[in-house]
């Protein structure tokens, strides 16, 4: 057989510290965290009420839409939780996932590169595998970075990014978890971790070809490399779930984009698209503004006046952003089910609620009945006892208990309750 090109050369990888073991301790956190984000990821889908048109507007879903249910309103924070961990577990898993994909490099050099049927079936899974994870971590976290490189639509690619992702991860999982299992029984980590520099053997040659074949000397321990691997891991970890989490450690919160972004007291949180940079204009909101409610059989228009003038509620609420970030606030104003009384339409089983910004995929969106009969659903007038700031959505904006954030629509103009959607 002729010699293989480099890098294709068995012997070009040469850390000593590369093995089954090695590679499985990775496997392992990964077996924890990656279930985590399908779940989330899954649930964030859900959460969205995708079956309320115009709420996702993705072409074809079809069978993946299979698993979906009324996204409910309690706890308040569930929406908050789902995404916190979304975005904070993803960003800390990526040393994590560079690590493991590191450690089985040599495999991507496999020489020559298709020897049977089944070894390319397994090349085709690895490679969907792979495409797929580095796909929706580069596409997550510029998404929560609100950095939009690409053409295409991130809440579509991600979504089969995902599935392509969860079908490549099942089969891998398959194949590789009786290896993994036996790999890390046959080394301890605690006695790996007693070990320095001078202990640090290479693995014993492997079928697998991750073990090099003419190993270099150590340059660090595998001690030291699960530590960096480790210490990277926290350190994002403490430098993203600030924006969750809130409180002091939002200020630790360096990756989040929103988080910065603050109005002045008591509208001091983060905004998400300020007025301005949507094109609201102070007179569409002045004392001409008025909110047109719209039944099956009535319609109504209403001055803020009046809406202040109607029984008012408060409740403490979060926004919780897909993007990861969320803070709670105060908010009073009226309960949707009272709106929704006055057009006559108290069984509605949606209602379409339209901003005044002009186009866009904020600019509208869908409640579910569930989320319309919620009495701490409010068409928000004032936030921590002071009237919405403009970037917060004055004159009025929804404000929905457990809804990802993208659903709380401000500056609305019109409210339409439809009956059996
Ligand atoms: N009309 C309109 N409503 C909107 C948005 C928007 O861009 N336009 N952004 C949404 C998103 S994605 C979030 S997370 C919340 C953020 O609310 P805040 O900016 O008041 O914090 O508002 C939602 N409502
Ligand atoms: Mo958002």
Redesign the pocket.
Known sequence: MPRAPWPFRSTVWRSPLRGPWLTSVFGAVLLVGIPLMILTGLLSYAAYNPGLSPNDLTPGRGLFGFYLFDWPTRPVWLYRLNQGLHVTVGIALVPILLAKLWSVIPKLFDWPPVRSVAMALERITIALLVGSVLFEFVTGILNSQVFYPWKFSFYEAHLYGAWVFIGAFVTHLALKLPTMVRSLRRRSLRAELRKGIADTEPEPPDEHGLVAERPDPPTISRRGALGLVAASSLGLLGLTAGQSIGGRLRSLALFSPRGGSYGSAPND?????TAAS?GIKAEETGPNWRLALKGSSSERSISRDELMAMPQHTYDLP?A??EGWS?VATWTGVRIADLARMVGASGADAVLVE?L?KG?A??QASLSGRQIRDQQSLLALQVNGADLSM???FPA?VIVPAAP??H????VRQMTFMESV
């Open positions: 949180f983060p905004v998400n698209k949507v926004i952003c897909v803070v901003s910004e866009g904020f600019a970037d917060h959505g904006r954030g993208v709380n629509t401000k500056w």
